[in-house]
T-cell receptor, first 113, second 114 residues
């Protein structure tokens, strides 16, 4: 079975500062890893995904994540936070085609002006 | 191409009642997955349908059931509603083709059980 741990349920950053959201996974087989964003009262939007190609993955809205097998991590970063980045972010893992996703508990990002 | 649409957007039901939630998958997709997202938590996988057959189920009791139709749209049915069933129910569709697939989520149905 696979699992995902997101360290920090809430993160507060200043506009223009680095955003770093942490995700660690557990999987007995090579995983597929995803980051999703959820705005209030909305569904999930895919930010980026890792599917065993390049370990540094670039996504939408300036986000990127690096897959580190030795650390079983897939942390999400953005060099400069924007007010529109305020949302909840979910890391997810899948171990087979078909995207039966296992999600972490989420990290809510607050961006201060 | 149309996205994933869910109906209704909000629903209030009484404990013990039954509810049906609907999902229209994105055009060309053959797989639908349902997730339950309780307040303040990450989504939890309920089950998945592939070509009208159940293709995996999470840790949910049998009173959670589903259907997928020939046009790949789907229903989630929950019988004997309990207060803890109050949550956002998310539908995701994907095209299962090889190992590189992506799930597209709908806006969700907010179910409140009173």
């Amino acid at each position: 079975a696979q699992s995902v741990t997101q360290l920090g349920s809430h993160v507060s950053v200043s506009e223009g500062a680095l955003v770093l959201l942490r995700c660690n996974y557990s999987s007995s087989v090579p995983p597929y890893l995803f980051w999703y964003v959820q705005y209030p009262n909305q569904g999930l939007q895919l930010l980026l995904k890792y599917t065993s190609a390049a370990t540094l993955v670039k996504g939408i809205n300036g986000f990127e994540a690096e897959f580190k097998k030795s650390e079983t991590s897939f942390h999400l970063t953005k060099p400069s936070a924007h007010m529109s980045d305020a949302a909840e972010y979910f890391c997810a893992v899948s171990v087979a085609a078909g995207n039966k996703l296992t999600f972490g508990g989420g990290t809510r990002v607050l961006v201060k002006p | 191409e149309t996205g994933v649409t869910q109906s209704p957007t909000h629903l209030i039901k009484t404990r013990g009642q039954q509810v049906t939630l609907r999902c229209s998958s994105q055009s060309g997709h053959n797989t639908v997955s349902w997730y339950q997202q309780a307040l303040g938590q990450g989504p939890q996988f309920i089950f998945q349908y592939y070509r009208e057959e159940e293709n995996g189920r999470g840790n949910f009791p049998p009173r959670f059931s589903g259907l997928q139709f020939p046009n790949y749209s789907s229903e989630l049915n929950v019988n004997a509603l309990e207060l803890d069933d109050s949550a956002l129910y998310l539908c995701a569709s994907s095209l299962v083709q090889g190992l590189n697939t992506e799930a597209f989520f709908g806006q969700g149905t907010r179910l409140t059980v009173v």
